[in-house]
């Protein structure tokens, strides 16, 4: 979570050091709103990334969503689909939430095609909404509704 070929694609603020990652981890486990899962390899062997639930709102039915494979070797290799697939059918016929939102910066053309192949439409840009690698970037959000 320190490699800048990374945390470029990442909105939210990221752990610099060993202390700050494991306070983060132990933070997890009494988060109210939101669930993260771990991404590993089809024998289980090698955690690869992280995808989690966040923002869970029970009264509106929403979740904002978000994916890193911090393992480069693994990108593009269908783990980010298949751990979204396993997402979804959580979020919607588990927790009965209907409705997801993900943000994705726009020069991030892999997790702009990797949020549509999953089924999560454009509804609208959020200009100059990230400041990342000295200039400030357009996002992107995609939804998905439970329906479709
Ligand atoms: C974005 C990310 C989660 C996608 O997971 P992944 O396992 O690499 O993606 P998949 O192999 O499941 O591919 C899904 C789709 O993404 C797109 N994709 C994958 N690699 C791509 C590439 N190099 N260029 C463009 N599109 C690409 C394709 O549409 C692909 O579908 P296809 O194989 O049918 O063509 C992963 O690459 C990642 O963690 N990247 C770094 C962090 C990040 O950008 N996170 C998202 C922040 S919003």
Redesign the pocket.
């Known amino acids: 979570m320190n490699d800048p070929e990374?945390t470029q694609?990442?909105i939210v603020d990221i752990p610099t050091s060993r202390d700050e990652e494991e306070a983060w981890f132990d933070k997890q486990k009494d988060r109210a709103n939101g669930k993260i899962f771990a991404i590993v390899t089809l024998d289980g062997n090698r955690h690869i990334?992280n995808i989690g639930l966040h923002t869970i709102d029970h009264k509106h039915g929403t979740a904002t969503t978000?994916?890193?494979?911090g393992e480069k070797d693994?990108?593009?290799?269908?783990?980010?689909?298949?751990a979204k697939m396993v997402l979804m059918n959580y979020a919607f016929n588990v927790l009965n939430l209907r409705r997801l939102t993900?943000?994705?910066?726009a020069f991030?053309?892999?997790?702009a095609?990797?949020a549509q192949?999953c089924g999560y439409v454009l509804e609208g840009t959020l200009r100059q909404h990230v400041y990342v690698n000295g200039a400030y970037h357009d996002a992107f959000v995609f939804g998905a509704l439970k329906e479709e």
């Open positions: 990374i694609f990442l990334g978000g994916t890193v494979i693994y990108w593009g290799k269908g783990y980010g689909t298949d993900s943000e994705v910066i991030n053309g892999r997790s095609n990797y192949k």
